[in-house]
């Protein structure tokens, strides 16, 4: 069975400092990751993803993600955090499989303090 | 462009009384559809998916059903609502047979049960 680990409910960060949320996952075969980004009240909005090939994945709004083969990480990353950054994140695992259906980890409160 | 639509937005049930959401999606054929539970703000639970009409996988056992009328129709039901069927409703699309795209989602049914 597949799984997603968020170790952190919460990451604090000043704006304009870098900032990770943290992901490992556990999947048979190779993984397709998502990052989502969810707003109060809101669905989640696809942020990135990896495929295949560069392990370093460019997404929306500034934000980028490392695919860690070794480690089974798919870590988020942003170099700048804006305080407009503050909110929940989510990452997914699917399997490479016809049937393959999307695990979500419990999700990541970002706050980015002026 | 593709989009979907979730409604209504919010709605208080009383104990026992039935219970229709619909979901639509526009611009897509024949695209898989999902729908999930998410608890206080944190992970989400899959309840079923679709992968065409008439055609509904169940996830959890629970007082809830699924019905798929026609392509981009998606409906979550219940006869009777417990207490517990409070939450966050979200419904959500992906590319058919396409496990390496990403999900779109709804922004949401809240609903409460009194």
């Known amino acids: 069975a597949q799984s997603v680990a968020q170790p952190e409910d919460q990451v604090n960060v000043a704006e304009g400092n870098p900032l990770t949320v943290k992901c490992t996952y556990s999947v048979s075969g190779n993984p397709y990751l998502f990052w989502y980004v969810q707003y109060p009240n809101r669905g989640l909005q696809f942020l990135l993803k990896y495929i295949t090939g560069d392990n370093l994945v460019k997404g929306s709004y500034g934000f980028e993600a490392e695919f860690n083969k070794s480690q089974t990480s798919f870590h988020l990353k942003k170099p700048s955090a804006l305080v407009s950054d503050s909110a929940l994140y989510f990452c997914a695992v699917t399997p490479n499989t016809n049937a393959g259906k999307s695990t979500f980890g419990d999700g990541t409160t970002l706050t980015v303090k002026p | 462009s593709q989009t979907i639509h979730q409604w209504p937005a919010t709605l208080v049930q009383p104990v026992g009384s039935p219970l229709s959401l619909e979901c639509t999606v526009e611009?897509?054929?024949?695209?898989?559809l999902y729908w999930y539970r998410q608890a206080a703000g944190r992970g989400l639970q899959l309840l079923f998916y679709?992968?065409?009409?008439?055609?509904i996988s169940s996830e959890v056992p629970q007082n809830l059903s699924a019905s798929r009328p026609q392509d981009r129709q998606f409906i979550l039901s219940s006869k009777k609502l417990l207490l517990s069927d409070s939450g966050f409703y979200l419904c959500?699309?992906?590319?058919?047979?396409?496990?390496?795209?990403?999900?779109?989602f709804g922004d949401g049914t809240r609903l409460s049960i009194l």
């Open positions: 611009g897509t054929s024949n695209p898989n």
């Open positions: 959500a699309w992906s590319g058919p047979d396409r496990t390496n795209q990403p999900q779109h």
């Open positions: 679709s992968v065409g009409i008439g055609q």
